[in-house]
């Protein structure tokens, strides 16, 4: 079985959360940044206190068409990463007013979920995809195969971001880890049902696919069902595709190339560690993603993990997307023990600073 979300895992969108740190802007008279949870996120200065309960809403939330949200009409009422008077500002605060008039704080736990309650949707970038790709609206393929994503063999791919979930940095010290590239591209999962060596799961992050598209090029490409076959069905194989005509291409590839992240061993229902992933790609013959760091013990605090996210991809003149964190061992046991740190830098790209 995959690995069951938890609450350390799923991330809400829009939740109760306090403001731990106040801090002005020095070239501005009327703006501060505050901290909530491990993100900042400019506000007007006064408008809130140290200490208070808001309702905080991350970066690619969709919100609501309501009274309250009307300024974000324009934005098409996405919240993204900004950049204001030279600080990065990443969510949304809006008092517990919007809740109701009379709501209040005690009326609230800090980390209370609110997405479904505010009806907050998530900010989707398409996958990738081919015109001859079948209908995703039907569910089912030509022949009546389910689109529905195999969780029974394996989780779909999402890392946790840090500064959602900061109690990872207490998971994590004083432990052996490593650090990889994040991969500007689409995630694919690979899989064949060890009870019938026939039936190849070809899927996207989301969703099974059929027909020639970039998930089924890739596989065709590093003989990813041959070998499977060879294994007996044993590995179902987690990677990114990255290459021409996917995202923007920020690696500079001419071809299309995947790097393995996770392997999951079916036959003992156990995700690899690092030296069980690294020996099976090389049986395989799969490129890996690039590890840039690996350690004895963890001892970094958020804003280490910001700076060393910071960097290009290799042989581009572009910022990469970021860090992957992870336990070199039991990184999968009782929960994900691994967590994304996204480059300040990538999310402003092409931005318009304020």
């Known amino acids: 079985m995959g690995i069951s979300p938890s609450k350390d895992t799923i991330r809400s969108l829009a939740s109760i959360?306090?403001?731990t740190k106040i801090?002005?802007?020095?070239?501005?008279?009327n703006l501060a940044v505050a901290q909530v949870l491990g993100w900042q996120v400019v506000i007007?200065?006064?408008?809130f206190q140290v200490g208070q309960k808001i309702v905080y809403f991350e970066i690619d939330s969709i919100l609501p068409a309501a009274d309250w949200s009307d300024f974000m009409k324009g934005r098409k009422y996405r919240v993204k990463t900004v950049q204001l008077r030279g600080e990065i500002s990443q969510g949304l605060i809006m008092p517990l007013t919007i809740l109701g008039k009379n709501a209040k704080e005690?009326?609230?736990e800090i980390g209370k979920d609110l997405t479904d309650i505010l009806n907050v949707k998530k900010f989707e970038e398409e996958e990738i995809e081919d015109e001859d790709?079948?209908?995703?609206?039907t569910m089912k393929s030509s022949d009546g195969k389910s689109l529905a994503f195999p969780n029974n063999f394996i989780a779909k791919t999402d890392e946790p971001r840090i500064q959602s979930f900061p109690k990872y940095l207490d998971k994590f010290q004083g432990k052996p880890y490593y650090a990889t590239i994040k991969y500007d591209g689409t995630s694919a999962t690979y899989i064949l049902d060890p009870k019938d060596l026939n039936e190849f799961y070809v899927c996207s992050r989301k969703n099974r696919r059929f027909g020639d598209n970039v998930y089924s090029k890739a596989a065709f490409k590093y003989k990813i069902e041959e070998k499977l076959k060879e294994e007996k069905g044993r590995y179902a194989i987690?990677?990114?595709i990255y290459g021409p005509k996917i995202q923007k291409n920020y690696l500079c590839m001419k071809k299309i190339t995947i790097a393995v992240f996770t392997i999951k061993d079916l036959f003992e229902d156990k995700y690899l560690d690092l030296e069980e992933m690294i020996a099976i790609c090389k049986k395989m013959d799969l490129p890996m993603v690039e590890i840039i760091e690996k350690g004895d013990a963890f001892?970094?605090?958020?804003?280490d993990l910001k700076e060393k996210s910071k960097g290009s991809y290799p042989n581009s003149k572009f910022h990469r997307e970021g860090l992957v964190f992870r336990l070199q061992?039991?990184?999968h046991k009782n929960a994900r023990n691994s967590f994304k740190i996204i480059n300040d830098d990538f999310l402003l790209m092409g931005k318009q600073k304020i």
């Open 17 to 19: 959360q306090e403001i």
């Open 23 to 29: 801090e002005d802007i020095n070239n501005s008279t």
């Open 44 to 47: 007007k200065r006064n408008e």
């Open 106 to 108: 005690s009326d609230f």
């Open 133 to 137: 790709l079948v209908n995703e609206n």
């Open 238 to 240: 987690q990677c990114e």
């Open 299 to 303: 001892t970094y605090n958020l804003q």
């Open 329 to 331: 061992k039991d990184w």
